[in-house]
T-cell receptor
Framework: SQTIHQWPATLVQPVGSPLSLECTVE??????LYWYRQAAGRGLQLLFY??????ISSEVPQNLSASRPQDRQFILSSKKLLLSDSGFYLC????????????FGDGTRLSIL | QKEVEQNSGPLSVPEGAIASLNCTYS??????FFWYRQYSGKSPELIMS????GDKEDGRFTAQLNKASQYVSLLIRDSQPSDSATYLC???????????FGSGTRLSIRP
């Protein structure tokens, strides 16, 4: 069966520090991969999605970036965090075929001080 | 119009009653829809998928899709306190490999 791993579960970072969040999927090939952010009490905001290695679509202009160095690995990065980057970051995957739902990792709760 | 729209709630339903959650969508969302449940502080989990017009039942859950009215709903029968959560409606975007989520409806089941 397929599993998605996301780490760390919680992270506290100072303003201006760099960020790297990693997500990996097991048990499937060529998945679509997604990064979302959820502010407290708010809905899901799609940040990036990828349909293949090196293919990244950005949904919202901001100081974050994403990379997909391997088929089942998706990384969210920032060179300098802002206070507004605080939130609950969720990685998700779906099968490469169309019409399939997404499945989420456990998320990373990021607090910027 | 938002692409996927939900009433934010909270929706309060007595234990044992039917909870009815509703969602409307725009033309930019295709005909594949999903309902997710999200407990506070946790990630969303998929509970239902619906692809064709009509009803789809799975245990206490029934999803309904009305393409003519661009309307999706989720019914929860015999509501339990453990059903208290935020329910997210989502639809597949017509022109890209991504899913658009509504902002969610908070459901509270009162004993």
């Amino acid at each position: 069966s397929q599993t998605i791993h996301q780490w760390p579960a919680t992270l506290v970072q100072p303003v201006g520090s760099p960020l790297s969040l990693e997500c990996t999927v097991e048990g499937t090939s060529n998945p679509n991969l997604y990064w979302y952010r959820q502010a407290a009490g708010r809905g899901l905001q799609l940040l990036f999605y990828s349909v293949g290695i090196g293919q990244i679509s950005s949904e919202v202009p901001q100081n974050l970036s994403a990379s997909r160095p391997q088929d089942r690995q998706f990384i969210l990065s920032s060179k300098k965090l802002l206070l507004s980057d605080s939130g609950f970051y969720l990685c998700a995957w779906s099968p490469g075929q169309v019409n399939q739902p997404q499945h989420f990792g456990d998320g990373t709760r990021l607090s910027i001080l | 119009q938002k692409e996927v729209e939900q009433n934010s709630g909270p929706l309060s339903v007595p234990e044992g009653a039917i909870a009815s959650l509703n969602c409307t969508y725009s033309d930019r969302v295709s005909q594949s829809f999903f309902w997710y449940r999200q407990y506070s502080g946790k990630s969303p989990e998929l509970i239902m998928s619906i692809y064709s017009n009509g009803d789809k039942e799975d245990g206490r859950f029934t999803a309904q899709l009305n393409k003519a009215s661009q309307y999706v709903s989720l019914l929860i029968r015999d509501s339990q306190p453990s059903d208290s959560a935020t329910y997210l409606c989502a639809g597949l975007y017509s022109s890209a490999s991504k899913i658009i989520f509504g902002s969610g409806t908070r459901l509270s089941i009162r004993p």
